[in-house]
């Protein structure tokens, strides 16, 4: 079956530091890719997506590229705040919305 | 803004009563939903796909008896927890997919159980 699985932290970095969560995935057909990000006692927000390989999912500074050779969907950013703690869930659905699959999610704190 | 939302956001009741959770699409119909629960710090588990018109499938391993769920319109998926106990506390996250591939997801309900 198809799955999901991404570095599961916690990160820790200074503000303005890099940021690059990886992600890889086994799944059959043509998924979609996904990062959703959830800031403390709240729920899950679309970050970012992919639909097809060599797409580029870009927000708020966040980018990742669906990448079918190597099957990964890495999250970077250049240069993260603060406001940029929270858990991070990267995830794929085939091209209907189903068998949607989550990563276990990386935690990160951003620190002043 | 949202465009699925759920009722209520947070709810404390006693061990032995029921809850019932709402999750309504805004301004689209979802002849699907989907509900999740989210234990601290883990990541979400698919507990059921709601199907509007038809019952409901479980995930292997959840009690269709405990979480009743009713797909009663094309914008309302209800969850109801029965005969809630401690160990149902959770937060319990619901999601509709508007265009193909995309889930959005609800803003979760946090249940305590005393």
């Known amino acids: 079956g198809n799955s999901v699985t991404q570095m599961e932290g916690p990160v820790t970095l200074s503000e303005e530091a890099f940021l690059t969560i990886n992600c890889t995935y086994t799944?059959?057909?043509?998924?979609?890719l996904f990062w959703y990000v959830q800031y403390p006692g709240e729920g899950l927000q679309l970050l970012l997506k992919a639909t097809k390989a060599d797409d580029k999912g870009s927000n708020k500074g966040f980018e990742a590229t669906y990448r079918k050779e190597t099957t990964s969907f890495h999250l970077e950013k250049g240069s993260v705040q603060v406001s940029d703690s929270a858990v991070y869930f990267c995830a794929l659905s085939d091209n209907y919305g189903q068998n949607f699959v989550f990563g276990p999610g990386t935690r990160l704190s951003v620190l002043p | 803004g949202a465009v699925v939302s759920q009722h209520p956001s947070w709810v404390i009741c006693k061990s032995g009563t029921s809850v019932k959770i709402e999750c309504r699409s805004l301004d689209f119909q979802a002849t699907t939903m989907f509900w999740y629960r989210q234990f601290p710090k883990q990541s979400l588990m698919l507990m059921a796909t709601?199907?509007?018109?038809?019952?409901?499938?479980?995930e292997q391993g959840v009690e269709k008896d405990k979480f009743l769920i009713n797909h009663a319109s094309l914008t309302l998926s209800t969850l109801t927890v029965t005969s809630a106990h401690p160990e149902d506390s959770s937060f319990y996250i619901c999601?509709?997919?508007?265009?193909?591939?995309?889930?959005?997801f609800g803003p979760g309900t946090r249940l305590l159980v005393l």
């Open positions: 709601s199907n509007e018109g038809s019952k409901a499938t479980y």
């Open positions: 799944a059959t057909g043509y998924p979609s």
């Open positions: 999601s509709a997919p508007r265009l193909a591939g995309t889930q959005y």
